[in-house]
């Protein structure tokens, strides 16, 4: 596999980036090595060299790319809390789903790669102004909570991301085998039982 397209100097990092990316959707992120990317960016391995120090490097570029993306449709779908706290806080509920489907590499390579951030600082930045946008939805849910039964924001967000997390592994992506419920639904029920269960929506009569 080879990626047919001319390019600059200039421009050579981002054909490796995209070449990672379709080594991934074949083989998955662990699946390839630095060479396989030099050869489908039609570039000697040699080159690769001058722009990544190995393939966690490159990886942790997709990632960094991914997370950038990711942290703007989450903060598209927060919307400063429009129209309200909980539509704001189940809208970046759908915007995690939607992101893992419309860029399955990236998301693997945050996700599924091994990649630990704290090695990559850039990546540990822009990871950090996703979960800080996903705690913003949070904190603004539990405003309105007396101070003796609210729960710390950060642990709603990090409850909220898990859920998703694995409504994306299990079922958005089949790990889970055949499921009759579309994923926003299996989504959208988990967190309302969530916050129903904190008293943040009325039971269903």
């Known amino acids: 596999m080879t990626l047919k397209r001319g390019y600059h100097h200039g421009n050579l990092r981002q054909a490796l980036v ?7 959707a074949e083989k998955g992120p662990q699946g390839f090595t630095l060479s396989e990317a030099a050869k489908a960016a039609d ?3 040699a080159a690769v ?9 490159l990886l942790a570029e997709v990632a ?4 950038d993306i990711f942290a703007a449709l989450l903060e598209y779908a927060f919307d400063e809390g429009r129209p309200s706290a909980l539509a704001a806080f189940e809208a970046t509920g759908r915007a995690y789903l939607a992101f893992a489907r419309k860029y399955p590499g990236h998301y693997q390579a945050m996700f599924e790669s091994g990649l630990q951030p704290g090695r990559h600082p850039d990546l540990a930045q822009v990871a950090g102004k996703a979960r800080a946008t996903m705690e913003r939805a949070a904190e603004l849910l539990v405003r309105g909570m007396p101070e003796g039964r609210r729960p710390p924001a950060g642990m709603i967000s990090a409850h909220a991301w898990a859920v998703s997390h694995g409504v994306v592994e299990l079922f958005l992506r089949g790990n889970g085998g055949v499921q009759p419920w579309p ?6 029920t988990a967190i309302g039982i969530y916050l129903r269960g904190l008293g ?5 009569r």
Do not use: N, S
Not at 64 to 67: C, T
Not at 183 to 188: F, G, N, R, S, T
């Open 43 to 45: 570039v000697t391995p």
């Open 18 to 24: 995209e070449a990672a990316l379709a080594l991934i």
């Open 64 to 67: 960094r790319q991914g997370f």
């Open 183 to 188: 994923a926003e639904d299996l989504l959208e």
């Open 200 to 204: 943040l929506i009325a039971p269903d």
């Open 49 to 57: 060299y001058r722009h990544f120090a190995g393939r966690d490097d």
